[in-house]
């Protein structure tokens, strides 16, 4: 008897991947206030094997217990009303996983209250936009409950595909899919703007648009791509009415917030995302440019593109790092037993940041077969030195031409400072002490004493 899906929400995201579960032989039952666009998607579906209601009471009715129903519409409060509905017309041992952008808080939360009503419950991140959806997203699930064979299933027989398996994840927690997801996004920003900082190098490179999307296309031969890098090529050597795309688009960018999630959860932590918190702010300060009488001008500079090449790998292997640091950090913290291998795998295909380097780091975790942390690998701090000098070098071309590099530098300096044997620290301490008593450790010590400064 083949199986059967009910969806909330049939937005962009949710029609997709009810088609993908259609295309994969699964009855889809959707939910949808507008029966034209239940219709529409019934018509465009091609295995005549998708049903829709416009009533939720009807829509749960026609879906056999026990139901997997997957919620598909914007997180906050649309997920939160929709869910809360959906409890009262489930029965125990149902499960209502949530397919939205949820920050991992509001997963764990709605998980315990589907617990109290014996309905499981999934935080399921969706990573790969609508074509991702469409044909093979990266899923990151997080449950306190076990998941049925049948839905894990259903849900393998959509996602992205790997020369390793299934590109989902299954992690112990409510909101530990979501935590994964809202890394992966805060990661994504990060990369995106290294990509916006290289353009601007090229761009006062006097490199054509083109020379600088052949530069990006190059980097697919020598096994140091990116989904965003491929389509960073393809962006800007679009042309439209003669002119390119590019060229006319307004240089402000905007965010729905989950990179901001990542940064704000990073500093509730006490955590170093500098990278990522520098691409988050990037994007705010887009909307504060020439604020002052003069407007400057960066000056011409040339370019070793072999060096820039290797910038744009150190800084995105510097931020992957301190991503990968976080999440094991919140996994330490909550006991979570999240496995990075698991984590890179869950990556490898159908998300935004899917990547050689991805590939890369996944490949050295197989060779040594470890649960030590990123940062107790030599190989990959290998990758990291091999690479310095010419991170360095652009650093220093960029400061002379006053170029702006927030996350390519922030990446150099988080490896400095987590590595360097100096850290200028101690006069913090001593100043805090000094004008507010506030106490420092001598070396060796773990007493906090108060010196006497005057
Ligand atoms: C994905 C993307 C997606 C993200 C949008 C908007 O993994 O498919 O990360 O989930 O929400 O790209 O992101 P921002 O508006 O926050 O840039």
Same mark, same amino acid.
């Given at each position: 008897?083949? =199986?059967?899906?009910?969806?909330?929400?049939?937005?962009?995201?949710?029609?997709?991947?009810?088609? *993908?579960?259609?295309?994969?032989?699964?009855?889809?039952?959707?939910?949808?206030?507008?029966?034209?666009?239940? @219709? &529409?998607?019934?018509? =465009?579906?091609?295995? !005549?094997?998708?049903?829709?209601?416009?009533?939720?009471?009807?829509?749960?009715?026609?879906?056999?217990s026990? +139901?997997?129903?997957?919620?598909?519409?914007?997180?906050?409060?649309?997920?939160n009303?929709?869910?809360?509905? #959906?409890? @009262?017309? /489930?029965?125990?041992? @149902?499960? /209502?996983?949530?397919?939205?952008?949820?920050?991992?808080?509001?997963?764990?939360?709605?998980g315990?209250?589907? !617990?109290k !009503?014996?309905? +499981?419950?999934?935080?399921?991140?969706?990573?790969?936009?609508?074509?991702?959806?469409r044909?093979?997203?990266?899923?990151?699930?997080?449950?306190?409950?076990?998941?049925?064979?049948?839905?894990?299933?259903?849900?393998?027989?959509?996602?992205?595909?790997s020369?390793?398996?299934?590109?989902?994840?299954?992690?112990?927690?409510?909101?530990?899919?979501?935590?994964?997801?809202?890394?992966?996004?805060?990661?994504?920003y990060?990369?995106?703007?290294? $990509?916006?900082?290289?353009?601007?190098?090229?761009?006062?490179?006097?490199?054509?648009?083109?020379?600088?999307?052949?530069?990006?296309?190059?980097? !697919? %031969?020598?096994?140091?791509?990116?989904? /965003?890098?491929?389509?960073?090529s393809?962006?800007?050597?679009?042309?439209?009415?003669?002119?390119? #795309?590019?060229?006319?688009?307004?240089?402000?960018?905007?965010?729905?917030?989950?990179?901001?999630?990542?940064? %704000?959860?990073?500093?509730?932590s *006490?955590?170093?995302?500098?990278?990522?918190?520098?691409?988050?702010?990037?994007?705010?300060?887009?909307?504060?440019?020439?604020?002052?009488?003069?407007?400057?001008?960066?000056?011409? $500079?040339?370019v070793?593109?072999?060096?820039?090449?290797?910038?744009?790998?150190?800084?995105? /292997?510097?931020?992957?790092?301190?991503?990968?640091?976080?999440?094991?950090?919140?996994?330490?913290?909550?006991? $979570?037993?999240?496995?990075?291998?698991?984590?890179?795998?869950?990556?490898?295909?159908?998300?935004?940041? +899917?990547?050689?380097?991805?590939? &890369?780091?996944?490949?050295?975790?197989?060779?040594?077969?470890?649960?030590?942390?990123?940062? =107790?690998?030599?190989?990959?701090?290998n990758? #990291?030195?091999?690479?310095?000098?010419?991170?360095?070098?652009?650093?220093?071309?960029?400061?002379?031409?006053q170029?702006?590099?927030?996350?390519?530098?922030?990446?150099?300096?988080?490896?400095?400072?987590?590595?360097?044997?100096?850290?200028?620290?101690?006069?913090?301490?001593?100043?805090? @002490?000094?004008?507010?008593?506030?106490?420092?450790?001598?070396?060796? =010590? &773990?007493?906090?004493?108060?010196?006497?400064?005057?």
């Amino acid at each position: 008897m083949s =199986e059967t899906i009910g969806i909330v929400g049939i937005g962009v995201m949710g029609r997709n991947i009810a088609l *993908n579960f259609s295309d994969n032989d699964i009855n889809v039952v959707v939910f949808n206030k507008s029966k034209d666009k239940i @219709d &529409d998607l019934i018509h =465009e579906g091609s295995k !005549k094997n998708i049903s829709g209601f416009t009533s939720l009471n009807e829509f749960v009715k026609n879906i056999e217990s026990p +139901r997997n129903i997957l919620l598909m519409v914007p997180s906050g409060e649309a997920t939160n009303s929709v869910a809360e509905e #959906l409890l @009262d017309l /489930l029965d125990h041992d @149902d499960v /209502l996983i949530d397919g939205g952008n949820s920050f991992y808080k509001d997963s764990l939360e709605l998980g315990n209250k589907c !617990k109290k !009503k014996k309905i +499981r419950f999934v935080g399921m991140g969706v990573s790969g936009g609508e074509t991702g959806a469409r044909h093979g997203p990266a899923l990151m699930l997080g449950t306190g409950d076990n998941i049925p064979e049948n839905l894990l299933s259903m849900i393998k027989s959509i996602s992205a595909k790997s020369s390793y398996g299934d590109c989902v994840g299954v992690y112990k927690g409510y909101g530990t899919g979501h935590f994964i997801k809202m890394l992966h996004n805060g990661i994504e920003y990060a990369e995106m703007q290294i $990509l916006a900082e290289i353009y601007s190098i090229l761009k006062s490179s006097n490199l054509s648009n083109i020379e600088i999307s052949n530069f990006f296309e190059s980097l !697919k %031969e020598k096994n140091q791509s990116s989904y /965003l890098i491929e389509i960073s090529s393809e962006i800007i050597k679009k042309k439209t009415n003669n002119e390119y #795309l590019i060229d006319t688009i307004k240089p402000v960018a905007n965010n729905k917030g989950t990179g901001k999630l990542t940064v %704000e959860t990073s500093l509730e932590s *006490n955590f170093p995302l500098p990278s990522i918190y520098e691409a988050f702010n990037a994007r705010v300060e887009s909307h504060f440019q020439k604020i002052w009488p003069k407007v400057t001008h960066s000056k011409n $500079l040339n370019v070793d593109l072999n060096k820039i090449e290797n910038t744009i790998y150190f800084a995105r /292997l510097s931020t992957l790092i301190q991503g990968i640091l976080f999440i094991e950090h919140f996994s330490n913290k909550e006991s $979570l037993e999240i496995k990075i291998p698991e984590v890179l795998q869950n990556w490898l295909a159908g998300c935004i940041i +899917r990547s050689d380097l991805l590939k &890369d780091i996944k490949e050295i975790y197989e060779e040594i077969s470890t649960d030590s942390s990123i940062v =107790e690998i030599e190989e990959i701090q290998n990758q #990291l030195e091999e690479k310095l000098d010419d991170i360095k070098t652009t650093i220093n071309k960029a400061v002379e031409s006053q170029i702006a590099l927030p996350v390519i530098y922030s990446s150099y300096n988080w490896y400095i400072n987590s590595s360097n044997n100096f850290n200028p620290s101690s006069l913090i301490q001593a100043q805090r @002490d000094f004008f507010g008593a506030h106490m420092v450790q001598l070396l060796n =010590e &773990d007493e906090f004493i108060h010196l006497d400064w005057v």
